[in-house]
């Protein structure tokens, strides 16, 4: 017998009991849970004392994470609930869980570590963000992050050495842990704390300034050994004296690293600052350039350079998840290189508009207007390499940034102003020779610059060190960029100029020089974002 | 103006602060984003594993689930859950829910199978289908030429209605569930030793006990709420872990006892020969209460500490710290898992930890007990009402009268009920492959991912006439293979009881709705019994509840005699009950003891829940008094047998395999489903390899190797750590690659898959 029409009755039936809610059986528990009432359940309730402070911190003191290393074994229960508690979004998460391992053979050692943002005693994203987006609350000590404010130009997410803040697709902006502020403002515990089967999660009363100092934890805690690091495995704490305490009984193992600490992380390649930061330097550099030859300030040039800016500047607010908030970039310049730099970057644009404006419209060619003009281009530029540089990550320090933008500013300064005087060659004299020399030297020396990058990779590998990971990245998993990189920088700035120069090519080859310049300064930017080591909490293994 | 210039300023509100600020939500809950905050709550016990915690739903005005949270309430989890718990609302919502039946397009017995000749079809097509096929088959090969492997992930309802449906109404014979992979061998090792399948503890255990030794088990991952009972435990106890690799549950205990892999029975022996040595044993417990001990106690009386510690690993001196933690605290527990459960000896592993047990009197006392964690959610239920091994409610096939009895209790014709058990899993497989079975439905597991030895399994399932697969998702591996695909609701959609680790039923509730067309498991099986022709036959069983209720009457006389429940209602009003319960004044197969600890309780959770306080813990074999015949409990062993597959030149490392974080379920097609999951898991297979063998073999930290065994191969990214031993490698068994290593070896009594321990070679890429 097959399914005929009688049984019909039957599916149709089962298929609309399948579709009803709120079953008898359903409700069975709804009534008596009703009765509880707006309290917090009976458990937790109970726990609250363990959980929290008695009292508010004095002043000096804030609120702060302990987390009780012998207690945590890695459920990873505080993540969820954290996550289901406050709402987050579905890939969301502002809290972690890692592995510290050891690899002493003679002791067998492995620590989870539960981690979320440190409320850091001079936080990092606070002292980056350009809109004023974060508030350190005067009474908690709590780094809290104003979502109406944000502009989402992720520059915390960079400057936090923890990877705390966590960009938001969805609503443009970064969020990140506030310790359930609006839970313990009520006597209620945050909801990894809550969630914790074995209480590993506290919240406790820390002395502000003396994050690593043994005598601050003033909780009950007291019997422990108090910290005399950090945490091994963890970024350096003096940069930003995270206020969390983990604390063992038992002494940590010295050899303890992060589980995740050879793991090769390529970052967010944040193409529209790849672009911002290729296009403008090429427009500062090309005014540069223009300077050395006020003979050669021709149309052309003054127009590619202002045009270049433009588009690199329009490009960039496409970074911003709300651009719309953006005019409140300002706010920030006491604190932020972030916001001088947008500062810097709109006078900067500003005075190449008038520039060129007086030029095209008026006739005044006053030598001091390019010449003010290519200053603040300068120092704008100087304020991008101090946005990286204040990060504190290896690979973006000054004296690797610094190098890498004015190199690209130079690079492309002398490519743009070749192809440029190849285009007013009618009118004027066509480009001096020297500029094709000076381009396949300025190219070789950044090459050069660029290839001590990838010398540790053939180091010994037993210690891993940020510059090693960003070599093994770099002829690793995007050794595909960086041999387009090589190969543009090569073929554009070295061999065509060199030709050109010589006089084996054409002049007109000198467009095609300035494109694959411009390809292989975009493709090093590129690398420049990804290549990084960007520090964080210890994470798993792979 | 300046305070409106600082508004302009600087937005300290706004709609995305306001998402983000909490409320009240009422109902026990703390406070919640306005957002979530719920119209209404209802309890359910968690659908992942045997822990079995209480979940707080949080319902809309419709009663749907909008966020769920642990019961504070609930005596099991005490307000706390694992990830999976947290997001047990999640895997329901995923893209990939099968939707409506689908039908291979082409004709079935295809040599290769791909999922995208699947095609939607309507319900009456597909029982259509289903029927035609089988009976076809079965015309051809014989009634016996079609089977079922199931699960311990439905409700006990819906196992017993399948199971009876096969065997009672189909005509079949052969059908099995993936408990066989997790929970035989504990099964038949108390069914051996004590009489029954009968789990003695209590969760409050690990609560009372003053040692507590854990076998091959890592709870700290695999049941993080049973851990938070253990580091609730007041007494300050010795926690010792026997187990090869330094767990995190081992990390966090007293003593770690590193033995070679699979030396455990050795080990075990050794420890009783020690206790015997000692005279540490219990003489008037064994003498009242056992069978068996003389000739146990001349067979071990060749594990002299020597041996044992040189065929263990483990030096004499740690032998004689356990035989005294043993023989001198009051209150030993012993708990074992799958370390135990998946060797190719399991059986007479779980009874030698069983033996220990008996010979020390550390059994039906509070913190005591040989005690096997369950793995599923519903193993138990499995266990009693499966239909597979036993007849439902614990009875044996082969005896006439239970045949009767169950007949008569089911309003059934005795003749209906076959007379012997049918294959287990991998002979099934076996089956398949010579081709005496032809016809396979698969319901709520993934062979085609965690069958151990992965690639003949798939090979095998391939050479069906007619696949079946019954499931949530129409993507798990065993899905794309499927000639036909029934859509199932899942966990949260559906009501039924579940039975957790220390055997209490739970309930399930529907709290979400189904996707399209997917229907209960039982509503299929309904369906189905229809479709077949002996629809009559389950007439009684018109819901899940009215099963309970025909299940209740079969459990009345047995071990786990639920009889006293009156209700769903009644198992919700207490937080789940614990069997046997019987009503008052009816005997009590096993006089369970209500102990002063448990008893009455005037926690703070009773004022909102008006629990009956005399119920919540409850302990078997509180008297000494077993479920034989004679009512000992029988001592059982024999001697240790070589790995069967030891590594040798070729093949030099052992490979171990275990859960790798609590984020992940099994073959994770459901746990995959979550991002919060997927993130607290490794994004890429990790395999655990010693300093010393990373050092020889020139692998750093992250790169990347190749794991080869006889079988298959898999790629994985090292982590390098002393926590494994040297020679040994760990893989988590959740990726798909890891059980193309795995070797087919079996416990003889339990036919259980040796998944722990197989030889392979390692090298860098």
């Given at each position: 017998?097959?399914?005929?029409?009688?049984?019909?009755?039957?599916?149709?039936?089962?298929?609309?009991?399948?579709?009803?809610?709120?079953?008898?059986?359903?409700?069975?528990?709804?009534?008596?849970?009703?009765?509880?009432?707006?309290?917090?359940?009976?458990?937790?309730?109970?726990?609250?004392?363990?959980?929290?402070?008695?009292?508010?911190?004095?002043?000096?003191?804030?609120?702060?994470?302990?987390?009780?290393?012998?207690?945590?074994?890695?459920?990873?229960?505080?993540?969820?609930?954290?996550?289901?508690?406050?709402?987050?979004?579905?890939?969301?998460?502002?809290?972690?869980?890692?592995?510290?391992?050891?690899?002493?053979?003679?002791?067998?050692?492995?620590?989870?570590?539960?981690?979320?943002?440190?409320?850091?005693?001079?936080?990092?994203?606070?002292?980056?963000?350009?809109?004023?987006?974060?508030?350190?609350?005067?009474?908690?000590?709590?780094?809290?992050?104003?979502?109406?404010?944000?502009?989402?130009?992720?520059?915390?997410?960079?400057?936090?050495?923890?990877?705390?803040?966590?960009?938001?697709?969805?609503?443009?902006?970064?969020?990140?842990?506030?310790?359930?502020?609006?839970?313990?403002?009520?006597?209620?515990?945050?909801?990894?704390?809550?969630?914790?089967?074995?209480?590993?999660?506290?919240?406790?009363?820390?002395?502000?300034?003396?994050?690593?100092?043994?005598?601050?934890?003033?909780?009950?805690?007291?019997?422990?050994?108090?910290?005399?690091?950090?945490?091994?495995?963890?970024?350096?704490?003096?940069?930003?004296?995270?206020?969390?305490?983990?604390?063992?009984?038992?002494?940590?193992?010295?050899?303890?690293?992060?589980?995740?600490?050879?793991?090769?992380?390529?970052?967010?390649?944040?193409?529209?600052?790849?672009?911002?930061?290729?296009?403008?330097?090429?427009?500062?550099?090309?005014?540069?350039?223009?300077?050395?030859?006020?003979?050669?300030?021709?149309?052309?040039?003054?127009?590619?350079?202002?045009?270049?800016?433009?588009?690199?500047?329009?490009?960039?607010?496409?970074?911003?998840?709300?651009?719309?908030?953006?005019?409140?970039?300002?706010?920030?310049?006491?604190?932020?290189?972030?916001?001088?730099?947008?500062?810097?970057?709109?006078?900067?644009?500003?005075?190449?508009?008038?520039?060129?404006?007086?030029?095209?419209?008026?006739?005044?060619?006053?030598?001091?207007?390019?010449?003010?003009?290519?200053?603040?281009?300068?120092?704008?530029?100087?304020?991008?390499?101090?946005?990286?540089?204040?990060?504190?990550?290896?690979?973006?320090?000054?004296?690797?940034?610094?190098?890498?933008?004015?190199?690209?500013?130079?690079?492309?300064?002398?490519?743009?102003?070749?192809?440029?005087?190849?285009?007013?060659?009618?009118?004027?004299?066509?480009?001096?020779?020297?500029?094709?020399?000076?381009?396949?030297?300025?190219?070789?020396?950044?090459?050069?610059?660029?290839?001590?990058?990838?010398?540790?990779?053939?180091?010994?590998?037993?210690?891993?060190?940020?510059?090693?990971?960003?070599?093994?990245?770099?002829?690793?998993?995007?050794?595909?960029?960086?041999?387009?990189?090589?190969?543009?920088?090569?073929?554009?700035?070295?061999?065509?100029?060199?030709?050109?120069?010589?006089?084996?090519?054409?002049?007109?080859?000198?467009?095609?020089?300035?494109?694959?310049?411009?390809?292989?300064?975009?493709?090093?930017?590129?690398?420049?974002?990804?290549?990084?080591?960007?520090?964080?909490?210890?994470?798993?293994?792979? | 103006?300046?305070?409106?210039?600082?508004?302009?300023?600087?937005?300290?509100?706004?709609?995305?602060?306001?998402?983000?600020?909490?409320?009240?939500?009422?109902?026990?809950?703390?406070?919640?984003?306005?957002?979530?905050?719920?119209?209404?709550?209802?309890?359910?016990?968690?659908?992942?594993?045997?822990?079995?915690?209480?979940?707080?739903?949080?319902?809309?005005?419709?009663?749907?689930?909008?966020?769920?949270?642990?019961?504070?309430?609930?005596?099991?989890?005490?307000?706390?859950?694992?990830?999976?718990?947290?997001?047990?609302?999640?895997?329901?919502?995923?893209?990939?829910?099968?939707?409506?039946?689908?039908?291979?397009?082409?004709?079935?017995?295809?040599?290769?199978?791909?999922?995208?000749?699947?095609?939607?079809?309507?319900?009456?097509?597909?029982?259509?289908?289903?029927?035609?096929?089988?009976?076809?088959?079965?015309?051809?090969?014989?009634?016996?030429?079609?089977?079922?492997?199931?699960?311990?992930?439905?409700?006990?309802?819906?196992?017993?209605?399948?199971?009876?449906?096969?065997?009672?109404?189909?005509?079949?014979?052969?059908?099995?569930?993936?408990?066989?992979?997790?929970?035989?061998?504990?099964?038949?090792?108390?069914?051996?030793?004590?009489?029954?399948?009968a789990?003695p503890?209590?969760?409050?255990?690990?609560?009372?006990?003053?040692?507590?030794?854990?076998?091959?088990?890592?709870?700290?991952?695999?049941?993080?709420?049973?851990?938070?009972?253990?580091?609730?435990?007041?007494?300050?106890?010795?926690?010792?872990?026997?187990?090869?690799?330094?767990?995190?549950?081992?990390?966090?205990?007293?003593?770690?006892?590193?033995?070679?892999?699979?030396?455990?029975?050795?080990?075990?022996?050794?420890?009783?020969?020690?206790?015997?040595?000692?005279?540490?044993?219990?003489?008037?417990?064994?003498?009242?209460h056992?069978?068996?001990?003389?000739?146990?106690?001349?067979?071990?009386?060749?594990?002299?500490?020597?041996?044992?510690?040189?065929?263990?690993?483990?030096?004499?001196?740690?032998?004689?710290?356990?035989?005294?933690?043993?023989?001198?605290?009051?209150?030993?527990?012993?708990?074992?898992?799958?370390?135990?459960?998946?060797?190719?000896?399991?059986?007479?592993?779980?009874?030698?930890?069983?033996?220990?047990?008996?010979?020390?009197?550390?059994?039906g006392?509070?913190?005591?007990?040989?005690?096997?964690?369950?793995?599923?959610?519903?193993?138990?239920?499995?266990?009693?009402?499966?239909?597979?091994?036993?007849?439902?409610?614990?009875?044996?096939?082969?005896?006439?009268?239970?045949?009767?009895?169950?007949?008569?209790?089911?309003?059934?014709?005795?003749?209906?009920?076959?007379?012997?058990?049918?294959?287990?899993?991998?002979?099934?497989?076996?089956?398949?492959?010579?081709?005496?079975?032809?016809?396979?439905?698969?319901?709520?597991?993934?062979?085609?991912?965690?069958?151990?030895?992965?690639?003949?399994?798939?090979?095998?399932?391939?050479?069906?006439?007619?696949?079946?697969?019954?499931?949530?998702?129409?993507?798990?591996?065993?899905?794309?293979?499927?000639?036909?695909?029934?859509?199932?609701?899942?966990?949260?959609?559906?009501?039924?009881?579940?039975?957790?680790?220390?055997?209490?039923?739970?309930?399930?509730?529907?709290?979400?709705?189904?996707?399209?067309?997917?229907?209960?498991?039982?509503?299929?099986?309904?369906?189905?019994?229809?479709?077949?022709?002996?629809?009559?036959?389950?007439?009684?069983?018109?819901?899940?509840?009215?099963?309970?209720?025909?299940?209740?009457?079969?459990?009345?006389?047995?071990p786990?005699d639920?009889?006293?429940?009156?209700?769903?209602?009644?198992?919700?009003?207490?937080?789940?009950?614990?069997?046997p319960y019987v009503?008052?004044g009816a005997a009590v197969p096993s006089r369970p003891e209500f102990t002063?600890?448990?008893?009455?309780?005037?926690?703070?959770?009773?004022?909102?829940?008006?629990?009956?306080?005399?119920?919540?813990?409850r302990r078997l074999f509180t008297d000494g008094r077993f479920f034989?015949?004679?009512g000992?409990?029988?001592?059982?062993?024999?001697?240790?047998?070589?790995?069967?597959?030891?590594?040798?030149?070729?093949?030099?490392?052992?490979?171990?395999?275990?859960?790798?974080?609590?984020?992940?379920?099994?073959?994770?097609?459901?746990?995959?489903?979550?991002?919060?999951?997927?993130?607290?898991?490794?994004?890429?297979?990790?395999?655990?390899?010693?300093?010393?063998?990373?050092?020889?073999?020139?692998?750093?930290?992250?790169?990347?190797?190749?794991?080869?065994?006889?079988?298959?191969?898999?790629?994985?990214?090292?982590?390098?750590?002393?926590?494994?031993?040297?020679?040994?490698?760990?893989?988590?068994?959740?990726?798909?690659?890891?059980?193309?290593?795995?070797?087919?070896?079996?416990?003889?009594?339990?036919?259980?898959?040796?998944?722990?321990?197989?030889?392979?070679?390692?090298?860098?890429?």
């Amino acid at each position: 017998m097959v399914a005929s029409k009688e049984n019909f009755p039957l599916l149709a039936e089962l298929l609309a009991e399948q579709q009803r809610l709120d079953t008898p059986v359903a409700r069975f528990a709804t009534a008596h849970a009703a009765l509880s009432g707006s309290q917090l359940s009976t458990l937790s309730a109970q726990l609250r004392p363990q959980l929290l402070p008695l009292t508010a911190p004095r002043p000096g003191e804030q609120y702060a994470f302990e987390v009780d290393l012998d207690s945590c074994s890695g459920c990873k229960s505080c993540v969820a609930a954290c996550h289901s508690l406050n709402g987050l979004d579905d890939t969301e998460t502002w809290r972690d869980v890692g592995l510290l391992v050891s690899d002493d053979r003679r002791h067998p050692f492995s620590q989870t570590v539960t981690t979320a943002c440190h409320h850091c005693a001079d936080p990092a994203c606070l002292n980056g963000c350009p809109v004023l987006a974060y508030e350190k609350d005067p009474l908690t000590g709590i780094v809290r992050h104003l979502d109406d404010q944000c502009i989402g130009c992720s520059y915390c997410v960079l400057k936090c050495p923890y990877d705390v803040p966590k960009f938001n697709a969805r609503l443009g902006i970064v969020r990140k842990c506030d310790m359930c502020h609006g839970r313990l403002a009520h006597g209620e515990a945050p909801a990894c704390a809550q969630a914790c089967p074995t209480h590993a999660i506290k919240i406790v009363t820390v002395t502000v300034g003396g994050a690593l100092c043994p005598d601050s934890v003033t909780t009950e805690s007291e019997h422990k050994a108090p910290p005399t690091t950090f945490l091994p495995g963890a970024p350096d704490p003096s940069y930003t004296q995270p206020t969390t305490r983990y604390v063992s009984k038992r002494a940590l193992p010295p050899t303890l690293v992060a589980g995740d600490h050879a793991t090769l992380r390529p970052q967010a390649p944040h193409w529209p600052l790849v672009f911002l930061l290729t296009l403008v330097p090429a427009a500062v550099g090309t005014q540069l350039v223009a300077l050395t030859q006020p003979d050669f300030v021709t149309y052309y040039v003054t127009n590619s350079a202002w045009l270049a800016g433009a588009l690199g500047l329009a490009i960039s607010v496409l970074h911003l998840g709300q651009p719309r908030r953006a005019w409140r970039v300002f706010l920030g310049w006491r604190q932020s290189w972030l916001s001088r730099e947008a500062l810097a970057f709109g006078a900067w644009f500003a005075l190449s508009t008038l520039t060129l404006v007086l030029q095209s419209a008026f006739g005044i060619r006053h030598f001091a207007f390019p010449c003010a003009t290519a200053a603040l281009g300068a120092f704008a530029l100087f304020c991008s390499v101090m946005v990286y540089a204040d990060t504190r990550r290896a690979f973006w320090r000054f004296a690797n940034t610094a190098p890498r933008f004015f190199g690209t500013a130079v690079v492309l300064g002398l490519a743009g102003a070749l192809a440029c005087g190849e285009l007013g060659r009618t009118a004027m004299p066509g480009s001096p020779h020297w500029l094709g020399f000076a381009l396949a030297l300025a190219t070789i020396a950044k090459l050069v610059f660029e290839a001590r990058t990838v010398l540790p990779a053939h180091d010994d590998r037993n210690e891993v060190t940020p510059r090693l990971l960003t070599a093994l990245l770099l002829t690793g998993p995007l050794r595909a960029f960086n041999e387009l990189r090589l190969f543009a920088a090569v073929l554009g700035g070295v061999l065509l100029p060199l030709a050109i120069a010589l006089r084996v090519a054409p002049p007109a080859f000198a467009w095609a020089a300035l494109a694959l310049s411009l390809l292989g300064e975009l493709a090093e930017r590129y690398l420049f974002f990804r290549a990084v080591d960007a520090p964080k909490m210890p994470g798993v293994g792979a | 103006m300046t305070s409106a210039l600082d508004t302009l300023l600087r937005a300290g509100s706004g709609p995305m602060t306001s998402e983000m600020v909490l409320h009240p939500a009422d109902f026990g809950l703390g406070r919640v984003p306005a957002r979530l905050k719920p119209a209404a709550a209802t309890t359910a016990v968690c659908g992942f594993c045997s822990t079995g915690c209480g979940l707080k739903i949080h319902l809309n005005e419709s009663g749907e689930a909008i966020n769920l949270s642990p019961d504070p309430a609930h005596p099991v989890n005490l307000g706390m859950a694992c990830p999976k718990g947290w997001e047990a609302l999640t895997p329901l919502a995923a893209p990939d829910r099968a939707t409506t039946p689908l039908l291979r397009s082409r004709g079935t017995g295809l040599p290769t199978r791909d999922s995208d000749l699947l095609a939607p079809v309507s319900w009456e097509r597909a029982l259509a289908a289903f029927t035609e096929n089988f009976k076809r088959i079965q015309q051809k090969h014989g009634p016996h030429s079609i089977a079922f492997l199931s699960t311990g992930q439905i409700v006990t309802e819906e196992m017993a209605l399948l199971g009876a449906l096969f065997k009672f109404g189909m005509g079949g014979l052969h059908c099995d569930s993936n408990t066989r992979q997790c929970m035989a061998t504990s099964h038949v090792a108390y069914k051996q030793s004590f009489g029954f399948d009968a789990p003695p503890f209590t969760y409050a255990d690990f609560e009372e006990s003053d040692a507590l030794i854990f076998i091959g088990a890592n709870p700290c991952i695999a049941h993080p709420i049973m851990w938070q009972r253990v580091m609730m435990n007041q007494r300050s106890p010795e926690i010792v872990v026997i187990d090869p690799r330094k767990t995190e549950t081992a990390q966090a205990a007293t003593l770690h006892v590193a033995l070679r892999p699979k030396s455990d029975l050795t080990l075990l022996y050794g420890l009783a020969h020690l206790l015997i040595a000692r005279d540490a044993v219990k003489r008037e417990f064994i003498e009242a209460h056992t069978a068996g001990f003389d000739e146990f106690a001349a067979f071990v009386a060749d594990f002299t500490p020597a041996r044992v510690a040189h065929e263990t690993g483990v030096p004499e001196s740690t032998l004689f710290r356990l035989a005294e933690i043993l023989g001198k605290r009051e209150r030993v527990s012993l708990w074992w898992t799958m370390g135990v459960n998946q060797s190719h000896e399991a059986t007479r592993t779980a009874q030698a930890i069983i033996n220990l047990a008996l010979m020390t009197g550390h059994i039906g006392r509070p913190g005591t007990g040989a005690n096997s964690i369950t793995g599923q959610c519903n193993a138990m239920g499995s266990r009693l009402f499966g239909n597979a091994t036993s007849l439902l409610g614990g009875y044996d096939f082969t005896n006439a009268g239970h045949r009767t009895h169950v007949a008569d209790t089911l309003g059934l014709d005795a003749a209906r009920i076959p007379q012997k058990t049918g294959y287990a899993y991998d002979q099934i497989l076996d089956a398949i492959d010579r081709g005496e079975i032809r016809g396979l439905w698969v319901i709520a597991t993934n062979t085609a991912h965690s069958w151990i030895n992965q690639s003949r399994a798939k090979e095998i399932l391939a050479k069906l006439d007619f696949l079946v697969v019954q499931d949530m998702y129409a993507t798990t591996e065993t899905a794309r293979m499927a000639d036909l695909v029934l859509p199932a609701a899942g966990w949260g959609e559906k009501e039924g009881v579940l039975i957790n680790s220390e055997r209490r039923l739970g309930l399930v509730k529907k709290v979400a709705r189904a996707p399209g067309q997917a229907l209960s498991d039982f509503a299929i099986f309904q369906l189905i019994a229809e479709a077949w022709g002996c629809g009559e036959m389950f007439r009684a069983w018109r819901s899940p509840e009215a099963a309970f209720q025909l299940l209740k009457k079969l459990s009345a006389g047995q071990p786990c005699d639920f009889t006293g429940i009156r209700d769903y209602a009644h198992i919700d009003a207490e937080g789940g009950i614990q069997w046997p319960y019987v009503e008052v004044g009816a005997a009590v197969p096993s006089r369970p003891e209500f102990t002063a600890a448990d008893a009455p309780q005037t926690q703070a959770g009773s004022e909102s829940r008006p629990y009956h306080q005399s119920i919540r813990h409850r302990r078997l074999f509180t008297d000494g008094r077993f479920f034989h015949a004679d009512g000992r409990a029988k001592f059982l062993f024999d001697p240790p047998r070589p790995l069967p597959e030891p590594p040798d030149a070729q093949f030099p490392f052992l490979l171990l395999t275990g859960r790798g974080s609590s984020a992940q379920w099994h073959t994770g097609s459901r746990t995959d489903k979550s991002a919060v999951l997927r993130k607290l898991a490794p994004t890429v297979l990790t395999v655990e390899i010693h300093p010393a063998d990373a050092a020889r073999l020139a692998i750093t930290a992250s790169d990347r190797v190749v794991v080869r065994s006889r079988r298959g191969e898999a790629e994985a990214v090292a982590l390098i750590t002393a926590t494994v031993q040297p020679g040994q490698l760990f893989l988590p068994m959740h990726a798909e690659a890891v059980n193309r290593l795995t070797f087919p070896a079996f416990d003889p009594h339990s036919r259980q898959p040796a998944y722990k321990a197989c030889a392979v070679a390692l090298a860098r890429l």
